[in-house]
């Protein structure tokens, strides 16, 4: 991505937190199909290759930790735009559109059909028909854990430990440490620290 910045300014844009025209991009278009080619590579080898699947999600995602565990089918438009720490495990249908920076941390449990949406359109008419585009950077702290079908919009940052329930539409930052439900997602109530299941042998 950095060597395709000194030729193409949308990726030298997207780089540095500016606005883009990705469908006026030969490059972030690039980009983009080179990044789904590798996620639907992974999902036809993950099942009979589990370990060349796991190469190319590592060639795909290089921010990626140690550890992380992933089921198939992912959709992720730019792998070099995605930092993911260690442990954190993916379930099914993981969706992440847009260029902007998406940080989750260590420990962290996504849930099945979970999306991460990062470009805000331009509001007005003329720039929006343009193809002007803002994405912006979501940020998810360690050991969240996302039910199934969160949605999260762009410019969130959801703090360590937080749960977000199933099928809320994350609008606003989350606080670490809460239970949050909803669309618009609201805190609900702070996590207990109460053990509620047996412990280890």
């Known amino acids: 991505m950095a060597a395709l910045a000194t030729r193409d300014e949308d990726v030298r844009s997207l780089l540095a937190g500016g606005w883009i025209r990705y469908r006026t991009s030969p490059g972030l278009q690039d980009l983009s199909w080179e990044a789904h080619t590798v996620c639907a590579r992974i999902g036809q080898l993950y099942y009979d290759d589990p370990d060349e699947a796991r190469r190319l999600f590592r060639t795909l995602v290089p921010g990626a930790g140690e550890g992380i565990d992933f089921r198939p089918p992912l959709s992720i438009d730019y792998g070099e735009r995605l930092v993911i720490g260690d442990r ?94 909803g669309n618009p997602c609201r805190p609900l109530r702070e996590i207990t620290t109460a053990r509620a299941v047996p412990a280890a042998n």
């Open 88 to 181: 954190t495990f993916i379930n099914a249908d993981f969706l992440i559109i847009g260029g902007g920076l998406v940080t989750i941390g260590a420990d962290t449990l996504i849930g099945p059909r979970c999306a991460i949406y990062t470009p805000n359109h331009a509001e007005d008419t003329t720039s929006r028909l343009e193809g002007w585009e803002l994405p912006e950077p979501v940020t998810i702290g360690s050991n969240v854990w996302l039910g199934g079908s969160v949605t999260i919009t762009p410019g969130v940052t959801i703090g360590n430990n937080a749960i977000i329930g199933a099928g809320s539409v994350v609008t606003h930052d989350i606080p670490a440490d809460v239970i949050a439900v």
